[in-house]
């Protein structure tokens, strides 16, 4: 029988005492056994230390590694510094997975003879802590790394997350993420898909992402952190637009999207500054009547799109009714 390839799972931990037990449980119940589980402590000021550590004792796969506060990008970097397996997996450490997470996408990988395999991610909301039980019909499609991108400018698979993705290990061998840089993932998943001939993507939802007010991820307001979604956002669609011209519309849908995110945020910041809502406001305007052609644009863009020719207060307003039904943020 054919040994299994040693995987590697690295788990940045910061402050998320709360939410470790449950994501690492689920890494150790895995249905794939042959893990090689990084435990990244990001210097946290909590019990995580602690916790990782007892973690450690508990399973022989476990390897932690306590670290000075870097960063999101310096966690994950010093976890792919000592990862070991063929493949490497990313899972937050305030997220869970399903216990077939790994398998699933390595199959993907083995069947479809690829170096990269991704899942689908579903939200988990704090308030309600629960998981939509929706009915499952696989579509498995192996993509070039231009359809790829298609897809996930137009939302429509996928997206440029480092999470829910196995990656052949060799991919990083010069590249890591940006350090003190948030919204790292979008200046660094497009080059690691560009070193692929094809992606096997499955639609199963095998990780959970848990929406939370504090959360690495999750902002309220705009920050100086939004310059790096910015920039990275920039750097993405200004390189996929030099290699892939063809690819125009959805980038134009992207960089529509990327910019309403910033409007938003900007709304809801106090202080208010409208010169920077009315800079970013007259890049919608620019682009909106475009995109809302497109066929494949999806509809909350599109309903977007109409809310903002009624002006900044309605847009508002109307983002602030959807936001309490969905229990979005930003």
Request: with cysteine; hydrophobic share 35%.
């Amino acid at each position: 029988m054919e040994k299994e390839d040693l995987i590697s799972i690295v788990i940045p931990v910061y402050k998320v005492e709360k939410y470790l037990e449950k994501c690492i449980e689920s890494i150790i119940n895995q249905t794939y056994k042959n893990l090689e589980i990084i435990i990244v402590d990001d210097g946290s000021p909590d019990n995580c230390p602690q916790m990782c550590d007892e973690f450690a004792k508990s399973d022989k796969r476990i390897k932690v590694i306590h670290k000075e506060n870097g960063g999101l990008s310096d966690a994950r970097n010093a976890g792919i510094d000592i990862a070991t397996g063929k493949y490497i997996t990313f899972v937050d450490s305030d997220d869970y997975i399903t216990n077939d997470y790994v398998e699933y996408m390595y199959n993907l990988i083995k069947k479809h003879n690829t170096k990269i395999a991704t899942c689908e991610t579903q939200v988990v909301h704090i308030e309600s802590d629960e998981e939509n039980q929706e009915q499952f019909i696989e579509n498995i499609e192996i993509l070039t790394a231009r359809d790829l991108f298609y897809k996930i400018l137009f939302a429509q698979k996928s997206d440029v997350s480092a999470y829910s993705k196995l990656y052949e290990t060799a991919l990083f061998r010069d590249i890591r993420y940006p350090k003190g840089v948030v919204y790292e993932d979008t200046a660094t998943t497009y080059k690691l898909i560009e070193k692929c001939d094809k992606i096997a993507t499955g639609n199963k939802k095998c990780y959970f992402y848990f929406s939370r007010p504090n959360s690495i991820s999750k902002m309220c307001g705009f920050n100086k952190n939004e310059i790096d979604y910015i920039k990275n956002t920039d750097e993405m669609l200004n390189y996929l637009q030099n290699k892939y011209p063809d690819l125009e519309q959805a980038i134009n849908r992207f960089d529509l999207y990327a910019n309403f995110r910033i409007l938003r945020l900007l709304l809801f910041t106090t202080p208010r500054d409208k010169k920077k809502e009315q800079e970013v406001f007259k890049k919608i305007k620019s682009k909106r009547m475009e995109v809302l052609k497109y066929k494949d644009t999806p509809k909350r863009d599109k309903i977007a799109i109409i809310l903002s020719f009624f002006g900044l207060s309605i847009f508002k307003f109307s983002w602030y009714i959807y936001s309490k039904k969905t229990n979005r943020i930003v």
